[in-house]
């Protein structure tokens, strides 16, 4: 039975806008140390907020980069602070999980551009003393990786025994294997793409017109408002979840059945189980995400375009790398299907480049590298453990 559609709330402030503890740690980088950015701007200061799992050993060769995806976090195998709830990788970073906390020091930092710590259009502008809202520079894959950069610099690691991520994750994977190769010795991208698709920037600017014509949005500066685009983000949130899942997945989990009722009541309430599973997915996630971060964030993946930066051609990305790399794709995956995936290992075999690939069969869609998979655990599990037996990792 899926969850009913929570009654309209009073508007109030986000949580994310009160004074809190996230109980995680900060890397803090000042006027000297700027953020230099695509768009050609610095940004300083810079926080990074991030989590971390196990002990790193004393040579430092067992570090592993786990990268979030759009609506995910630094929080990634222990409760979240503001919802309760376990980390959203639980199932594959852990104590004798695939990722192995136990073996593995694990490192997952919040995105530049995100809501949890980490400088984003929350954050308070210096200058202003407000929050930067969108007077803060548009934000791009490379920019968070270049700021995932300078954390690993903080913690004096000098290269990562492996970084893996899905989705937006992936993205971020893929640009630290072209443009860091020296400090990946492998990586795992997972249900991603090297450029984002037209149909995928569609479905984005719909969730961003939705947040922008909400009355409360004010023009990006809702919270000195007092106020929040809560309904916006809400519908953001429902539109982008169709695409995480498969039809077969929304079949088999809904089809057609009725929400908490026994007939139709031709009107517009959710009669549907589906309609009340989006509405609980939106009113609940503007609760832990903000309004102004999903449009910094979803811009940041519609700009990404690896090969851009390569001249258009991909494989030139990837010339002379000497990172291992598994590309896992699921088959019922449409939001970054599986032929996105093999465009990756193509030009990564046309550069000679050591690269496996696993296609998952799967009717759970592109969520599946978030659910109970036992082949993406195993194929994550046995990669792994191949790259740290070959570069030396003991136990």
């Not at 199932?91 to 980490?118: E, S």
């Not at 913690?155 to 860091?180: D, F, H, N």
Request: charged content about 20%; glycine content about 8%.
């Amino acid at each position: 039975m899926t969850k009913s559609m929570e009654k309209p709330r009073a508007k109030k402030r986000s949580k994310l806008t009160e004074s809190r503890d996230l109980g995680c740690s900060y890397a803090r980088f000042g006027p000297d140390q700027p953020l230099k950015l695509d768009c050609g701007q610095d940004l300083s200061p810079l926080q990074v907020a991030y989590q971390t799992y196990g002990t790193l050993n004393e040579d430092k060769s067992n570090a592993v980069m786990v990268c979030h995806a759009l609506t995910g976090d630094q929080f990634v195998a222990n409760t979240h602070p503001i919802t309760g709830k376990d980390g959203w990788w639980g199932l594959m970073v852990g104590p004798g999980r695939p990722v192995d906390t136990d073996r593995f020091f694990v490192i997952c930092a919040n995105v530049l551009g995100g809501c949890l710590g980490t400088t984003g259009p929350s954050s308070i502008d210096p200058d202003t003393g407000k929050p930067y809202g969108l007077t803060l520079p548009v934000i791009t894959v490379s920019d968070m990786v270049r700021s995932q950069v300078m954390l690993l610099d903080h913690l004096e690691i000098p290269k990562l025994l492996c970084v893996t991520g899905g989705s937006m994750g992936g993205m971020q994977v893929l640009e630290w294997v072209a443009k860091y190769p020296d400090r990946v010795a492998s990586a795992i991208p997972i249900a991603t793409a090297a450029k984002h698709s037209a149909q995928n920037i569609a479905f984005h600017e719909v969730g961003r017109q939705a947040i922008l014509a909400d009355p409360e949005w004010h023009g990006g500066d809702y919270t000195v408002a007092g106020t929040s685009p809560s309904k916006g983000l809400a519908v953001a949130r429902m539109a982008a979840h169709i695409t995480y899942l498969s039809e077969t997945a929304l079949h088999l989990k809904f089809g057609r059945n009725l929400q908490d009722r026994d007939s139709l009541t031709f009107g517009f309430d959710a009669d549907f189980q589906i309609e009340s599973y989006l509405r609980y997915q939106g009113s609940t996630f503007v609760d832990r995400f903000d309004a102004n971060a999903y449009l910094y964030l979803t811009r940041a993946m519609d700009y990404f375009d690896l090969a851009a930066d390569y001249g258009g051609t991909l494989a030139a990305a990837f010339r002379g790398i000497q990172t291992r790399v598994c590309v896992i794709s699921f088959t019922s995956d449409w939001l970054f299907p599986t032929s996105e995936n093999r465009e990756i290992v193509r030009a990564l075999n046309a550069v000679a480049a050591n690269v496996s690939f696993v296609e998952i069969e799967t009717d759970k869609g592109h969520d599946s590298f978030l659910l109970d998979v036992p082949e993406l655990f195993a194929t994550v599990t046995g990669f792994l453990n191949s790259a740290a037996v070959q570069h030396g990792l003991k136990g």
